[in-house]
Structure formats: structure tokens, C-alpha cells
T-cell receptor, first 114, second 115 residues
Framework: AQSVTQLGSHVSVSEGALVLLRCNYS??????LFWYVQYPNQGLQLLLK??????LVKGINGFEAEFKKSETSFHLTKPSAHMSDAAEYFC????????????FGQGTRLTINP | DAGVIQSPRHEVTEMGQEVTLRCKPI?????LFWYRQTMMRGLELLIY????????DSGMPEDRFSAKMPNASFSTLKIQPSEPRDSAVYFC?????????????FGPGTRLTVL
């Protein structure tokens, strides 16, 4: 069964520092992977998605993620953190080929220190 | 497009009362999802519909929960009777429409408090 594991429920970085949020997946089929962001008191919105094309995926707000099959990872990065990046981030994997159901990780809360 | 619309945004009720949450998906989307988010359990998929038909309700916690989708533009999630442990944020999401079928668009959520 498809699943994702996010390493670290809380990550804290200084403004301007590198952001790295970790996600490992488990999937019996080529995975479709997603990163969503949730700002306080809002719903989730898509940051980026991997759908078996380029392994380096660029998303909104300067975020990107690299799909590494050998490591079963899909880590999210941003070169320079901004205060507005403070939010909760969720990694997700699509369940089954052609399916619409997503399985989400537990989330990582990102805090930005001034 | 207005996005996914949920109502009410906040609901406070007493234990034993019936609660109805409402969702209007994005026009043209043919999948609709109901999620529940709590600190303890994170984001859980409760049920999802395709073309108004329930496909997977394995996440519905118990018989007190029911969901319907009478037409393509409206869905409800009902809890009867409500209990304090049902307190959570409930999200509705929709997907579909051509090349964007993989992306689920979430509503702002309904924050439910059961006293």
C-alpha cells in the first residue's frame, strides 16, 4: 500500500537559511507525489507535484522537490527562507494508478526565526 | 472560479445535537473528498465521491457519520448525534477537469466544536 513518512514534525530555520523538509514514500507502483502547504486557519494548497516527468519539480513561492527513486524520497527545499513560509507542510502520495485518492503524511510545521 | 466553498466556517454545538456541514465543489470537478483534521490524528480522509457516487467510505469513523452528494454542485457531511471527540476541522476538496485531475483543491474548512 502507498504511504508517506515525513521526518520531523517541527522544523525551525532562520530567515534566509535553507529550508529542507523530508518525505519518504512507499509505493508498489510508480508514485505520483505531492507537497501541499497549509497556512494558519486555511485549507491546503498545492505547492508542487511529481507525475513521472522531470525528477526535479519546481513549485510556487520558490520551493522545489527532487524525486529520488533509489532513496524513495521526495524532499522539499527552498534556498532562502522567508517569514511568510511559516506554515504546515504535507507530503502526499496518490493511491493506485488512475486513482484520485491521496494519502497524506503527518505534516511538518515550519517556523522561521527572524 | 470561487474555489471550493464550505459552510459554516465555524460551528459550536452541544453533545447529542445533529450537525450538518456543507460543501460546494469547483464547477466541473467530478471528485469530491471529505477530510477531518485533528492534532492527534492529523489529516484523515473520511469519504470520497466520483460523479456523485460514494467510492470509498472506509474512513468514516462510525454510523453517526453520513455523507451525501445529491448533485454535482453540493455535498453534505452529517453527524448525528455529535460527540465532543468529533471536534475537529472538516475540509472538503474537489478535483477533476482535464489535466488537473491529480490536484485536489481544498476549501477553507469548517471548525467544529462539540461541547
Amino acid at each position: 500500500a502507498q504511504s508517506v513518512t515525513q521526518l520531523g514534525s517541527h522544523v525551525s530555520v532562520s530567515e534566509g537559511a535553507l529550508v529542507l523538509l523530508r518525505c519518504n514514500y512507499s509505493s508498489s507502483v510508480p508514485p505520483y507525489l505531492f507537497w501541499y502547504v497549509q497556512y494558519p486557519n486555511q485549507g491546503l494548497q498545492l505547492l508542487l507535484k511529481y507525475t513521472s516527468a522531470a525528477t526535479l519539480v519546481k513549485g510556487i513561492n520558490g520551493f522545489e522537490a527532487e524525486f529520488k527513486k533509489s532513496e524513495t524520497s521526495f524532499h522539499l527545499t527552498k534556498p532562502s527562507a522567508h517569514m511568510s513560509d511559516a506554515a504546515e507542510y504535507f507530503c502526499a502520495v496518490r493511491v493506485g494508478q488512475g486513482a484520485q485518492k491521496l494519502v497524506f503524511g503527518q505534516g511538518t510545521r515550519l517556523t522561521i526565526n527572524p | 472560479d470561487a474555489g471550493v466553498i464550505q459552510s459554516p466556517r465555524h460551528e459550536v454545538t452541544e453533545m447529542g445535537q445533529e450537525v450538518t456541514l456543507r460543501c460546494k465543489p469547483i464547477s466541473g470537478h467530478d471528485y469530491l473528498f471529505w477530510y477531518r483534521q485533528t492534532m492527534m490524528r492529523g489529516l484523515e480522509l473520511l469519504i470520497y465521491f466520483n460523479n456523485n457516487v460514494p467510492i470509498d467510505d472506509s474512513g468514516m469513523p462510525e454510523d453517526r457519520f453520513s455523507a451525501k452528494m445529491p448533485n454535482a454542485s453540493f455535498s453534505t457531511l452529517k453527524i448525528q448525534p455529535s460527540e465532543p471527540r468529533d471536534s475537529a476541522v472538516y475540509f472538503c476538496a474537489s478535483s477533476g477537469l482535464g489535466a488537473r485531475t491529480d490536484t485536489q483543491y481544498f476549501g477553507p474548512g469548517t471548525r467544529l466544536t462539540v461541547l
